[in-house]
């Protein structure tokens, strides 16, 4: 599976650390560049990202503060 880096938070391209500019991520696709995560399956169906609340949502803010050139303490 090669994964681009479309979303507005990008968190699979972000944990893979799958380059954000849309050419260097088609190439490291083109090079094959393999990485391991882990997935979760319930019930059967296998899932790559978690849900959550609080926290996780939280971050949303941080990361558009870092992707704008904002403080990154907070």
Same mark, same amino acid.
């Given at each position: 599976? %090669?994964?681009?880096?479309?979303?507005?938070?990008?968190?699979?391209?972000?944990?893979?650390?799958?380059?954000?500019?849309?050419?260097?991520?088609?190439?490291?696709?083109?090079? %094959?560049?393999?990485?391991?995560?882990?997935?979760?399956?319930?019930?059967?169906?296998?899932?790559?990202?978690?849900?959550?609340? %609080?926290?996780?949502? %939280?971050?949303?803010?941080?990361?558009?503060?870092?992707?704008?050139?904002?403080?990154?303490?907070?």
């Amino acid at each position: 599976m %090669g994964i681009m880096p479309l979303g507005s938070i990008m968190n699979m391209a972000r944990t893979l650390c799958i380059p954000r500019d849309l050419n260097r991520a088609a190439a490291a696709i083109a090079a %094959g560049h393999v990485l391991a995560m882990d997935v979760g399956q319930v019930d059967g169906r296998v899932f790559l990202e978690a849900g959550g609340v %609080g926290l996780a949502a %939280g971050l949303f803010g941080y990361f558009n503060r870092l992707d704008s050139g904002g403080d990154h303490a907070g």
